[in-house]
């Protein structure tokens, strides 16, 4: 699994919904908000290990974690993540796993999270999102477990 970590004093992700947009996760203040991708060697071993992570890394305010400061996450599922555009003019998805493999293990970071006593938003699987968020710092970290 990999995951791109912002520290963010907010953020938000929206789909379309009829002829306007759905805000469908919301984090307000300091928090996480976590793209996730997900290859075809990835269980649900490794989603309870990159939630682990997630839930103690510390890179928020003087050096706390999600855990320490009660602070939210808004985790987002993300193929693109594992494109590689090392030749030509267009990113291969291939060692990107197929939705039904993916969502699974997405929602599985989500669930175990949660069972940590994380406050977790998320995305919409395979929908096209619009994600804003103010990245504090910037402090950005790329987590590959």
């Not at 997630?54 to 400061?69: N, Q, Y």
């Not at 594992?82 to 970071?109: C, F, I, M, S």
């Not at 999270?113 to 998320?122: D, F, N, P, Y």
Request: include cysteine; glycine fraction near 10%; charge should be neutral.
């Amino acid at each position: 699994m990999r995951a791109v970590v912002q520290r963010v004093d907010g953020a938000s992700v929206v789909v379309a919904a009829g002829s306007g947009t759905e805000t469908v996760g919301e984090i307000i203040g300091e928090g996480l908000c976590v793209l996730v991708g997900v290859t075809h060697e990835d269980t649900p071993e490794k989603a309870a290990q990159l939630a682990r992570k997630l839930w103690s890394l510390r890179i928020l305010a003087d050096e706390r974690s999600c855990s320490d400061a009660n602070a939210p996450l808004l985790v987002i599922s993300q193929f693109t993540l594992y494109g590689d555009a090392r030749k030509g003019r267009r990113p291969t998805w291939n060692a990107a796993a197929p939705g039904p493999v993916a969502q699974p293990l997405v929602d599985e970071v989500v669930a175990q999270l949660r069972k940590l006593g994380a406050r977790v938003e998320t995305g919409r699987f395979g929908a096209d999102m619009r994600v804003s968020l103010t990245n504090q710092g910037p402090f950005t970290v790329l987590l590959d477990i």
